[in-house]
């Protein structure tokens, strides 16, 4: 059976109708992708196929990804239009019949990567080089990626590792898994390949196949960052960064106020490409989705988070008030030149025209509203207003891109206890001339090659604290300090929380915020860090009293297995 669809029209592939139905997890309709009756899979159509079949039931977990991250935070806000499914996510509320509280689709997913790894040919060798590694360390990346998403959902859940191909073994009892327990496994399952390329089948539909799939080393980062090793988890996002082949740097796009005029007047947008062009530096890996709407997969966030022809312009979700002031809230420094005269110059704390244009300009870079004519009454069929968020400009579903990469890297190193170097990450940028500036010798001794970046790889030419991406010149910025405290480790609390409010800065809306908070909360075991946000969520004079309350109970924290 040949399937019409974006993959499939690069790799067509086969499915057979065999359960993977885990009882109440796994659904009996979802299909395994197999080749042979004997269920081995030695052959390079078998396995590339195979891979491309898993990446399909990727699919279905891109939306829900996004909006789990993104609707039970504090950073947007639900419309009336919204669908009662969301309202439930957002109030946390979430019965056993909503439609994103479906662990079935994250069994599938790891049902198929379960049989992969059990019957794919690691034996087989061309030119002495085993010809499925590169497909085999993907699928382990794939299923690992899975399982943290699910113990950030749910909490603790059954850990499968073997395939489920009947409906007697679908009914066995399986041992939960803390998220804990399942970093720790991961992290041993995944390091043996940390150096095994990324498979690459070249253009898929126009699209860069090689970033359908995950960096080994960052997931384990973000594995030892959830498990609370924040040293493994700084020194796995360091090599990441700092390849010496590749290097990772963090580049110069800003959203910032001209640096040659005082006035004010004019600001540049150079950052929305990073967010919606795959084909950028910038986009790490994501999820492939369909470019037909009629299509199941294909990604329905442009339809809730942007005006369109298919919801008359009636948007589901908008940026939250607490996003807004946190956005205005920021200092916005610049460097003016012109001729001899060189000053630092703040930019107005208040635009009555544009109050958007206020503080970081990265929310005014991705987020526009325009009036669209129509009459805003009862019975118009189409909104007044268009809400345009940038971000959702493509069809498919960003899982890592380098800002936030550089996020986590700052978080693991602060935890790690250098929370001057992940300062650094915020305010400069890190290479050698800020390493020696503002990073002291006792914590560079400390954190040892944990802070090694290639003077010549790494310039003040090609990096920048991720603050700059739309607060200006940071560095110049007196304002943003670590102040004087009583230890290091209030000092470490700070910087942790300056990381916070950057990762929403740079984030927003990408399905990030939930679970940034979540993972900070559960470290600091600090019900109030996380509850006072999210009640916080529609602004200073919007307070939800009874959400904070609501949310004390860390059971709310997770969605109820079915």
């Excluded at 885990?22 to 269920?39: P, R």
């Excluded at 530096?281 to 009629?294: A, T």
């Excluded at 991406?469 to 560095?475: L, P, Q, T, Y």
């Amino acid at each position: 059976m040949k399937r019409h669809t974006l993959l499939a029209a690069g790799f067509a592939f086969l499915t057979l109708g065999l359960s993977t139905s885990c009882e109440d997890m796994m659904d009996t309709s979802s299909s395994l992708v197999m080749f042979s009756d004997d269920h081995f899979l030695g052959q390079s159509t078998d396995t590339v196929y195979s891979v491309m079949g898993i990446l399909n039931k990727m699919q279905a977990l891109a939306d829900k990804t996004v909006l789990l991250g993104e609707i039970r935070g504090d950073l947007v806000n639900l419309t009336q239009e919204a669908p009662l499914d969301l309202k439930q996510l957002a109030s946390f509320e979430v019965g056993a019949e909503n439609v994103y509280n479906a662990p079935h689709d994250y069994y599938a997913v790891i049902n198929n990567c379960n049989f992969y790894l059990t019957h794919v040919d690691t034996t087989l060798k061309k030119r002495n080089e085993s010809v499925f590694m590169k497909e085999y360390a993907a699928v382990k990346a794939f299923r690992a990626w899975t399982y943290l998403q699910l113990a950030a959902v749910y909490g603790q859940v059954p850990f499968i590792t073997e395939p489920i191909l009947t409906e007697n073994a679908s009914t066995q009892n399986y041992p939960l898994y803390s998220m804990k327990a399942i970093c720790d496994y991961f992290i041993d399952d995944l390091t043996p390949y940390v150096n095994v390329e990324l498979p690459s089948y070249g253009p898929v539909n126009n699209l860069d196949s090689k970033k359908f799939f995950l960096p080994i080393r960052v997931l384990l980062g973000d594995l030892c960052l959830w498990g609370e090793r924040y040293v493994e988890a700084a020194g796995f996002y360091r090599d990441y960064l700092a390849n010496i082949t590749v290097p990772i740097t963090t580049g110069l796009n800003q959203a910032s106020w001209r640096s040659n005029e005082s006035t004010f007047a004019n600001w540049d947008n150079n950052i929305t490409g990073l967010y919606n062009n795959m084909g950028n530096q910038e986009i790490v890996s994501y999820i492939p989705m369909e470019n037909n709407e009629r299509d199941k997969d294909y990604s329905q966030l442009r339809n809730l988070f942007n005006s369109t022809p298919s919801n008359n312009y009636y948007v589901k979700i908008t940026p939250s008030p607490k996003l807004q002031e946190l956005s205005k809230a920021q200092s916005h420094a610049i460097v003016y030149t012109n001729g001899a005269v060189r000053d630092t110059l703040y930019a107005p704390t208040r635009n009555d025209e544009h109050p958007l244009w206020v503080g970081d300009l990265r929310l005014a870079a991705c987020y526009t509203v325009l009036n669209t004519n129509e009459t805003p009454d009862y019975n118009s069929l189409y909104a007044p207003k268009k809400q345009t968020i940038s971000k959702f400009a493509t069809d498919h579903v960003v899982l890592y891109r380098r800002g936030q990469i550089y996020l986590r890297y700052a978080e693991a190193l602060n935890r790690a206890g250098f929370p001057q170097a992940a300062f650094a990450v915020l305010k400069y940028g890190l290479y050698a001339n800020t390493l020696n500036l503002f990073v002291s010798a006792e914590e560079k001794a400390q954190a040892g090659n944990l802070l090694n970046f290639n003077q010549y790889s790494f310039t003040s030419n090609n990096t920048l604290g991720i603050h700059s991406r739309g607060s200006g010149n940071a560095g110049a910025d007196s304002s943003y300090v670590i102040p004087a405290l009583a230890t290091k480790e209030d000092s470490i609390l700070y910087v942790e929380s300056m990381i916070c409010t950057e990762n929403a800065l740079e984030s927003a809306f990408e399905g990030q915020r939930y679970f940034d908070l979540l993972r900070m909360a559960l470290r600091r075991d600090d019900s109030d860090f996380l509850a006072s946000k999210i009640a916080g969520r529609l602004g200073t004079a919007g307070y939800d009293a009874s959400l904070y309350t609501r949310l004390l109970d860390r059971k709310k924290w997770y969605l109820p297995l079915p």
